[in-house]
T-cell receptor, first 113, second 115 residues
C-alpha cells in the first residue's frame, strides 16, 4: 500500500533563500509523481509532474527530482519570494492504481520579507 | 476553456441533513475524481468515475456516501444524514479520456461544515 510522507510539516524562511521540500513514498512502483501548491481556502495548482522514467523536471524557479530506488522526491525552490507562501503537496500515482493520487500531508511554507 | 467547476463553494448543513456537492469537469474531460481533505490533513481519494460508471470507489465510506456521473450534467457527491465528522473540503478533479500522464486538474473545492 502506497504511503506518502512530507517533511518538514512547516517551514519559515526569509525572502531570497533557496529551499528544499522533501517527499518520500513507500512503494517504488510509481507511475509518476506530482507536486501541487495549495493556497489557504483554495484549490490545488499543479506545479510539476515527473514520470517514473524521468529524474527531474524544471519550471522557472522550481525544480523537482525523483529517485525511485530510494523512494524520494524533492522540490527545490530557488530565490524564494513572499508570494511562494502556501502549502506544497506531493502526490504519487502508483503503477497498480494510476487512477488515484496518494497525497502527503503537505509542507506549509511561509516566506517573510 | 473554463477549469473544473464546483458548487457550492461553501455548504452548511445540520446533523442529519443531506449534502449534495456538484462538479463540472473541464470541457472534453470524461473522467472525474473526488477527494476529501480533513482539517490539517492531506487529500484522500474517494472515488473515480467515468460517464455513467463508477470505476473505483475504494476510498468511499461504506455508508451514507454515494457518487454519480450521469450522461448529461455534473458529477454529484451525495452525503446522507451528515455528521460532524463529515466537515471537510471536498475536491473534484477531472482528466481527459486518454492521457499518458493521467494528469488530474482540480477544482476549487466545496467546504462542508456540519453544525
Amino acid at each position: 500500500k502506497q504511503e506518502v510522507t512530507q517533511i518538514p510539516a512547516a517551514l519559515s524562511v526569509p525572502e531570497g533563500e533557496n529551499l528544499v521540500l522533501n517527499c518520500s513514498f513507500t512503494d517504488s512502483a510509481i507511475y509518476n509523481l506530482q507536486w501541487f501548491r495549495q493556497d489557504p481556502g483554495k484549490g490545488l495548482t499543479s506545479l510539476l509532474l515527473i514520470q517514473s522514467s524521468q529524474r527531474e523536471q524544471t519550471s522557472g524557479r522550481l525544480n523537482a527530482s525523483l529517485d525511485k530506488s530510494s523512494g524520494r522526491s524533492t522540490l527545490y525552490i530557488a530565490a524564494s519570494q513572499p508570494g511562494d507562501s502556501a502549502t506544497y503537496l506531493c502526490a504519487a500515482r502508483s503503477s497498480g492504481g494510476y487512477n488515484k493520487l496518494i497525497f502527503g500531508a503537505g509542507t506549509r511554507l511561509a516566506v517573510h520579507p | 476553456n473554463a477549469g473544473v467547476m464546483q458548487n457550492p463553494r461553501h455548504l452548511v448543513r445540520r446533523r442529519g441533513q443531506e449534502a449534495r456537492l456538484r462538479c463540472s469537469p473541464m470541457k472534453g474531460h470524461s473522467h472525474v475524481y473526488w477527494y476529501r481533505q480533513l482539517p490539517e490533513e492531506g487529500l484522500k481519494f474517494m472515488v473515480y468515475l467515468q460517464k455513467e460508471n463508477i470505476i473505483d470507489e475504494s476510498g468511499m465510506p461504506k455508508e451514507r456516501f454515494s457518487a454519480e456521473f450521469p450522461k448529461e450534467g455534473p458529477s454529484i457527491l451525495r452525503i446522507q444524514q451528515v455528521v460532524r465528522g463529515d466537515s471537510a473540503a471536498y475536491f473534484c478533479a477531472s482528466s481527459p479520456p486518454s492521457t499518458v500522464a493521467y494528469e488530474q486538474y482540480f477544482g476549487p473545492g466545496t467546504r462542508l461544515t456540519v453544525t
